[in-house]
């Protein structure tokens, strides 16, 4: 079992940066790929970013590659998101999830955050 506990969002302009933290406690956390996804109002939860157990493999979404870098630390058993460069189209609450490979989806997702919400102002 693994819990997720998310943090960092909040509300910047465009062209401003953040870093999401996810927090994960549970035995397992080392074994499972992390994610991120997001989800606007009105639209469906869509993949941002997600990263293999070691670290050494990443998957993006490709409208955020180049934007968002994912990354892990496995002994503080925390992922995290760093932000650039954002538009008010990434306004949305952003969840953390856990999987088995990076190739999330929403089905293929096993353990879900509760979500942090970004606003970007124009």
């Known amino acids: 079992q693994v819990q997720l506990v998310e943090s960092g969002g909040g509300l910047v302009q465009a062209g401003g940066s953040l870093r999401l933290s996810c927090a994960a406690s549970?035995?397992?956390?080392?074994?499972?790929?992390m994610g991120w996804f997001r989800q606007a109002p009105g639209k469906e939860r869509e993949f941002v970013a997600a990263i293999s157990w070691s670290g050494g493999s990443t998957n993006y979404a490709d409208s955020m590659k180049g934007r968002f870098t994912i990354s892990r630390d496995n002994a503080k058993n925390t992922v995290y998101l760093q932000m650039n460069s954002l538009k008010p189209e990434d306004t949305a609450v952003y969840y953390c999830?856990?999987?088995?490979?990076?190739?999330?989806?929403?089905?293929?997702?096993?353990?879900w955050g509760q979500g942090t919400q970004v606003t970007v102002s124009a």
């Open positions: 999830a856990a999987g088995a490979t990076i190739y999330l989806t929403t089905q293929r997702t096993a353990y």
């Open positions: 549970g035995r397992t956390f080392s074994s499972h790929a």
